[in-house]
């Protein structure tokens, strides 16, 4: 399959690796909009958040218990802004799931 991510995941394209285990990875954004900006993906491949189901939702629930200890690593004290693109009319680029964990600046609401 030609997905980026996939590629980043199983080692093919390099990244700059913030966390790693066996279902996850968490790697800085090439172009970070945010003093931190960290993607973190499952390794294995959903499109986006429209095919979570209840096959597959285990390795979702686990990117969100490790949020905690990659915020840490990041260095990130005060709270995160976390986003999710689902899809082209919400901005989604890269069509394997991911989350954006962002931090070090003020973020606006509901965008920015
Ligand atoms: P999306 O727009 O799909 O929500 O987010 C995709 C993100 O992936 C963008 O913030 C973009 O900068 C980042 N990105 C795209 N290609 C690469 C890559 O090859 N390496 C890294 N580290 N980030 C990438
Ligand atoms: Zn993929």
């Given at each position: 399959m030609d997905c980026i991510?996939?590629?980043i995941a199983a080692g093919e394209i390099p990244?700059?690796?913030v966390y790693e285990d066996d279902q996850i990875l968490?790697?800085?954004d090439l172009n970070p909009q945010a003093p931190v900006h960290v993607l973190v993906i499952p390794k294995q491949h959903i499109r986006w958040a429209y095919d979570i189901t209840p096959e597959n939702?285990?390795?979702v629930a686990h990117i969100f218990e490790k949020l905690p200890e990659?915020?840490?690593i990041c260095g990130v004290e005060g709270g995160f802004r976390l986003v999710n693109n689902c899809g082209?009319?919400?901005g989604q680029s890269v069509p394997h799931l991911h989350f954006h964990l962002m931090a070090g600046r003020e973020?606006?609401?509901p965008a920015g």
């Open positions: 991510f996939c590629k990244c700059n690796k968490a790697f800085k939702s285990a390795v990659i915020a840490k082209e009319d919400a973020f606006g609401w």
